[in-house]
């Protein structure tokens, strides 16, 4: 080669020089894109994946990040992948404006008649208690129990017991069975008057006389009289009676007096009325039975318990429990003499101490006319009898003779 001209080599050699400087660089960035985008793959599988057939791919996860890291492959399937943190519910917290139920409501039809219902019975549950108050004070037990308390002396207890009984009864109209009370106890006692009580208030109450029956054995079945006789006349007058009081919706009275004189055949007939299978109204009547039968077992329970607070309760709710076993006892006697007295409501009344012999005089001299000066009513009792016992004085006959010592003054 000559020196004139030019080498041509060193002139070829600079392009090649140039060329693979630029080249170089292309081929990192690709190398490390390819990298980068082979790692990513990598990063998307889950651990444990297979490759999918056919390509040397991994398959992606959303799981993991999709971020770039220097990690090795080798590294990224040792790591435990992070578990997913729950996030935590929102907790909701009540509001301080007050709720109210929608205006708008269905209610359902069977609610509506089951409010209909109650309303019904409600008011006929008041309209039967306004009805038993009226029939109650149609027959003014109040006053009745005001006109026992001042006419009857030193009977308190039976006095209550009697109201209570009648109280009770009368409250309705409608009865299963009639209503019995047996007055018993020693002779003057009282319970002749009270029968009398009793026949007066119901005759003014009743405005009917008819209505009311007293029957004196003694006087309407005297000794020659046969008791068939009596036996049928006692039948048809209670049948009247109470054939009348049923037509008038009233409850009659009927008051028998001296009932220990009656014959076993009026007993039976009375028996009788008493029966379930009578007619109705059979059931709806007061009788009154007035007998001294049982007096003996009366005082000698009086005498026994002269040291004791006589006389008992005066009210007849809350009995003690001596005159339970007084009812008791002559409730057993009076049964062994007729059936009669089983469905009665036994009322003793007890003998008499001497301050309500006293009383008697007093009233019954106001009732003749003359001054009740308390003096010579003591100076009247002091004549009569008594049983002296424990510091107290009971009347043996009661206020039987009191009427006549009146008279006599």
């Known amino acids: 080669m000559d020196r004139g001209q030019p080498s041509v080599e ?182 002749s ?17 008819a209505l009311v029956l007293q029957y004196h054995v003694r006087h309407h079945c005297p000794e020659p009289r046969a008791a068939q006789d009596c036996g049928e006349e ?25 009932v220990e004189l009656m014959p076993p055949t009026l007993l039976d007939e009375l028996h009788g009325f008493l029966q379930p299978q009578r007619s109705h109204h059979f059931r709806n009547a007061i009788y009154v039975l007035l007998s001294s039968a049982g007096g003996a077992e009366i005082t000698r329970f009086v005498l026994q318990n002269a040291s004791g607070t006589l006389p008992l309760h005066p009210k007849g709710a809350h009995s003690s429990q001596a005159e339970e076993e007084l009812r008791a006892s002559l409730r057993t006697l009076l049964v062994r003499e007729h059936p009669l007295w089983q469905a009665a409501a036994v009322v003793p009344f007890l003998l008499l101490d001497k301050r309500d012999v006293v009383n008697c005089f007093r009233d019954e001299m106001a009732g003749e006319g003359f001054f009740p000066e308390q003096a010579q009513a003591e100076l009247l009792a002091e004549q009569l009898s008594y049983y002296r016992i424990a510091g107290r004085e009971f009347a043996v006959t009661g206020c039987k003779q009191v009427v006549a010592r009146v008279n006599l003054l």
Not at 37 to 50: D, S
Not at 193 to 209: K, Q
């Open 234 to 258: 006692l039948a048809r007058r209670v049948a009247e009676v109470v054939a009348q009081a049923e037509a008038e919706e009233k409850t009659p009275l009927l008051v028998l007096d001296e």
């Open 10 to 191: 060193p002139a070829a050699a600079a392009p090649s020089t140039r060329g693979h400087s630029v080249m170089a660089p292309l081929r990192a960035v690709v190398r490390l894109r390819r990298r980068v985008c082979l790692l990513r793959k990598r990063r998307l599988l889950t651990p444990g994946a297979r490759l999918e057939s056919g390509s040397s791919a991994p398959r992606g996860d959303q799981d993991q990040p999709q971020f770039f890291t220097f990690d090795g492959p080798a590294e990224l399937a040792l790591r435990t992948p992070r578990k997913k943190r729950r996030r935590s519910r929102v907790v909701l917290y009540p509001e301080t404006s007050r709720k109210y139920r929608p205006r708008v409501e269905r209610r359902s039809r069977a609610q509506r008649c089951l409010w209909l219902l109650v309303a019904i019975v409600g008011f006929q549950v008041l309209n039967a208690i306004e009805n038993l108050d009226d029939n109650a004070q149609r027959y003014d037990l109040d006053g009745l129990e005001k006109a026992l308390q001042r006419a009857v002396f030193g009977q308190p207890a039976a006095v209550g017991r009697i109201v209570a009984l009648l109280r009770d009864y009368l409250s309705t109209h409608v009865h299963s069975r009639p209503l019995l009370l047996a007055l018993h106890g020693p002779s003057g006692v009282g319970k």
């Open 193 to 209: 008057h009270v029968g009398r009580l009793l026949a007066r208030h119901f005759r003014a109450v009743l405005e009917d006389s």
